[in-house]
């Protein structure tokens, strides 16, 4: 496949080579191509960190924002012109430590955007301390005496909250990844797709074997549209499940329920104040009748 | 005789004082008369003691006085709230019953009034603050009708039977009034004055929620906050007129991200906060400066430490909304100081923001936000906004080194260009990184647009004669309070300088100051931040300082009698 017209040349790309970004950043290119998004109408938001670094590397608008803040400019963006496709990405650190009351929220707010989160169980950039996901028990230069936190579970977290779609994928499995992206590409409203992925310098536990013999796709006999299984299967762990978990495909999204493109689908940016209309509000004020 | 009457209203929270001074100060204005109202109030939904300060005149009037010529207290402790600011010449219109032995007329002057007494007859005693209305309405000859067809209009929504028991109230009142009048007891000649027809009566949040339609604001996230929150509810309330989306976030934190993110994708964005809230909007405040990102902030202040005097005022945040945000970067602070000013200045703060793409903050704090009098509407030119974005090319750069600093702004999916924006430091095309010869010119860039600012300040509003020996300066909310103690003083050789652009400084200030034999500062705060910051950019040291920061605002005696003492 042809994803040239993702490309960027000249670039220095900062990760390590065998970090699980690299096929992530491949197969999204991938799934971008197949659903013919013109990278004008593409914007990649992200916080900070390995993941975040993300919108550099591939041809699109970017919106490279503060540590753990992606999903708040990103609900606006989407907001201020649904015609763009929107895409937060970012690691697991971003989206669910510094980001975390974000992630809720935004669950809630269901913006029609996709939330692409890079799931290492491990910090990179800071030098490899825990994230809000690593297993318990497992040793860093801060936890060390092992992690003994409870892992946070992104997706019985946005389950709970009934958001709109969720899958979990894993970086190993080109093709699969590629087709739960671009389902949620695809998706009306809020999309969470928990990517797994080695980190090769910091995490020695979560290896590429490792998540190759510890997770399993979801077959045909789930139903996503079942929330209560779904969340069963998101609360499995060793293994974990993988494909998505939860659709719910009737929930109104934000740019729908603030209303303002009901009569007028023009983006904010085309739009005047409407001058008459403020004369008489103002008008209002001088309280004469 | 008086020709200007202060009257206050005291009672506690839920007790429909905010009634009462709603309907007076509008049937004041249909009547014609002057009107100025603000309130202090306690932290609390129901309970403690609040008081409201209606001011009726033949003339303008446009600040808090201490003195209380008519007191209506609602409830037994409201007297003792306000006890400090009653004199011999305060008359207290008062109901024994309610307020039980505070009615002592060894001490003060009470007239009895039956406000409950007459709303039970009607059938309610909930019906004794409309009673108050019409008394006042009575006192001063207002036009019964006048005060019915008002009343009728705000309880349209209501019932049958309450709109005319509240009507009775009126009534009811209103003939008590008149017993009052014909007593002589109250004396006062206050007219009504036929200009005002056309005036607006808004308080200054509205004032700036009116400036930020006009300035084409079409977004709004904040997190609820006092004295913050009633821009939020303005626009909100406006939003499906004028297209606005007015969100709720979940944290200050979202808030601004949020309006950053819709400026990048062509909204005009603005934030409301006050203290607490905005040190949590820090961090966007900085990533405005790096990604050149226009937002508007209206920053109500509120004292603190943390979380201070939540419903009370000062002018203590200056400081911190000038150095607010890591590294160096250029941004302006404006600070309203009528209503005239909060309509206008928050419409030019989104054209200022636009333009330079910088933070632009409106300073307010609560005694200005829930503070209003009838001034003239404001003039709205019926032209469409000047908008500083571009169409995108394929080659587009969103960092472009321009010779003053600017890169045209374009937003994504207008044009075939791609627009990158980043927190890190960046190349013009907006990428990471880290040519530390680029991050030189990338700061000197940012920095370039502070002389550009300098050329577009709002300059400082000089009030009295041109030939002042002693210079009085002040900034933001006090110019009202300022403006009429110095009247008071009637010296020639006094005048007031006022700043509503505290920074950068405009241009003119050091020439203003150096022509002044004695300067005196006036701020609602305990360090003089304004005087820091003019020693710190013009050089000229400011020692007579008039301080207040008790939570309230200066009362137009407390001021005049502190000026008359420094310069006599």
């Known amino acids: 496949m042809n994803t040239e017209i993702f490309n960027m040349v000249d670039i220095d790309i900062a990760w390590c080579p065998g970090c699980g970004n690299f096929p992530i950043l491949k197969i999204l290119k991938q799934a971008l191509t197949e659903l013919t998004i013109e990278p004008t109408k593409l914007v990649m938001v992200s916080g900070i960190g390995q993941a975040a670094k993300i919108p550099h590397y591939l041809k699109a608008n970017v919106f490279n924002g503060l540590h753990g803040r992606a999903l708040p400019p990103a609900t606006a963006i989407k907001a201020t012109n649904p015609a763009l496709t929107v895409i937060a990405e970012s690691g697991d650190g971003d989206m669910y430590a510094e980001g975390g009351n974000h992630f809720i929220h935004t669950i809630r707010r269901n913006p029609d955007i996709i939330n692409i989160v890079h799931n290492n169980m491990v910090y990179g950039l800071t030098k490899g301390q825990a994230s809000p996901t690593s297993q318990t028990g497992f040793k860093t230069p801060v936890q060390v005496g092992g992690v003994f936190l409870e892992p946070f579970n992104p997706l019985a977290v946005a389950i709970a909250l009934d958001a709109s779609f969720v899958a979990r994928a894993f970086s190993g499995d080109a093709e699969q990844t590629k087709e739960i992206i671009k389902q949620a590409i695809e998706h009306k409203g809020y999309a969470l797709v928990d990517i797994f992925q080695p980190c090769v310098s910091f995490n020695k536990l979560n290896t590429f074997e490792w998540f190759k013999k510890n997770t399993y796709y979801l077959d045909d006999s789930h139903d996503p549209s079942n929330r209560n299984e779904a969340f069963k299967k998101a609360t499995e762990n060793e293994p974990f499940p993988l494909g998505i978990f939860y659709i719910n495909p009737d929930k109104r999204t934000f740019e729908e329920n603030i209303g303002i493109y009901k009569e007028n689908q023009k983006p904010l940016y085309e739009r005047e104040p409407d001058v008459g209309k403020l004369k008489s509000l103002i008008e209002t004020f001088t309280i004469s009748e | ?568």
Not at chain 2, 396 to 413: A, F, H, N
Not at chain 2, 541 to 551: A, F, M, P, V
């Open chain 2, 1 to 568: 005789m008086r020709k200007d009457l202060s009257i206050v209203l005291c009672g506690q929270a839920g007790q429909g004082i905010q009634t009462v001074e709603y309907l007076l100060t509008r049937i004041f204005k249909l009547a014609g008369y002057n009107v100025f109202a603000t309130k202090e109030y306690m932290s609390r939904v129901r309970g403690g003691i609040n008081s409201t300060e209606i001011r009726v005149s033949s003339g303008p009037v446009r600040a808090c006085v201490n003195r209380i010529d008519i007191l209506i207290p609602l409830n037994k402790g409201a007297v003792g709230h306000v006890e400090k600011r009653i004199s011999p010449q305060t008359i207290i219109l008062a109901e024994k019953e309610t307020i039980a032995d505070d009615f002592d007329q060894t001490r003060h002057n009470f007239i009895d009034v039956p406000f409950t007494k007459k709303a039970s007859e009607i059938g309610n005693k909930i019906y004794s603050n409309v009673v108050a209305v019409g008394t006042i309405t009575g006192l001063f000859g207002i036009e019964l009708q006048t005060a019915g067809e008002y009343v009728k209009k705000f309880f349209f929504s209501k019932a049958d039977d309450v709109i005319q028991n509240n009507l009775a109230a009126v009534k009811a009142g209103f003939n008590l009034g008149l017993a009052l009048a014909d007593s002589s007891k109250i004396k006062f000649d206050i007219n009504g004055d036929a200009g005002i027809k056309g005036q607006i009566l808004v308080n200054g949040v509205e004032a700036a929620a009116l400036g930020a339609i006009a300035g084409g604001c079409n977004f709004i996230s904040s997190y609820p906050m006092s004295p913050s929150t009633g821009l939020l509810v303005f626009l909100a309330k406006q939003a499906k007129d004028f297209g606005i989306i007015a969100e709720q976030a979940e944290d200050e934190i979202a808030a601004i991200n949020m309006a950053i993110g819709a400026w990048y994708a062509g909204a005009r964005a603005m934030v409301t906060t006050s203290g607490g809230g905005f040190a949590l909007m820090t961090e966007g405040i900085s990533l405005a400066g790096i990604l050149e990102s226009p937002i508007v902030i209206h920053l109500a202040q509120r004292p603190g430490p943390a979380t201070g005097l939540p419903t009370r005022t000062e002018q203590a945040d200056l400081e911190l909304a000038l150095y607010a945000g890591h590294g160096e970067f250029p941004r302006i602070l404006l600070a309203p100081g009528n209503i005239q000013d909060a309509f206008y200045l928050t419409r030019k703060a989104f054209y200022l923001a636009d333009k330079y793409q910088i933070p632009v903050f409106i300073l307010t704090d609560q005694y200005f936000v829930d503070s209003y009098y009838n001034t003239p509407c404001p003039d709205l030119p019926d032209i469409n906004i000047e908008k500083h974005i571009i169409k995108t090319g394929v080659d587009y750069k969103r960092y472009k080194l321009t010779d003053d600093g600017i890169s045209p702004r374009g937003i994504p999916g207008y044009g075939n260009g791609l627009v990158a924006v980043d927190s890190d430091e960046h190349d013009e095309a907006g990428h990471i990184t880290e040519d530390l010869t680029l991050r030189v010119e990338m700061v000197d860039k940012r920095l370039k647009k502070l002389q550009l600012l300098k050329n577009d300040a709002i300059p400082p509003v000089l009030v009295g004669s041109e030939d002042y020996k002693n210079l009085i300066v002040c900034w933001g909310s006090t110019y009202n309070v300022v403006k009429e103690a110095v009247e008071n003083l009637g010296r020639d050789d006094t005048a007031f300088l006022h700043f509503r652009q505290v920074y950068p400084l405009p241009g003119q200030t050091s020439d203003y100051l150096k022509k002044a034999k004695r300067i005196i500062i006036v701020e609602n705060n305990a360090t003089s931040q304004f005087a820091k910051l003019i020693k710190l950019h013009t050089d000229i040291e400011i020692n007579d300082r008039i301080l207040k920061y008790d939570g309230l605002s200066f009362y137009v005696e407390e001021l005049t009698e502190k000026l008359n003492d420094l310069l006599n």
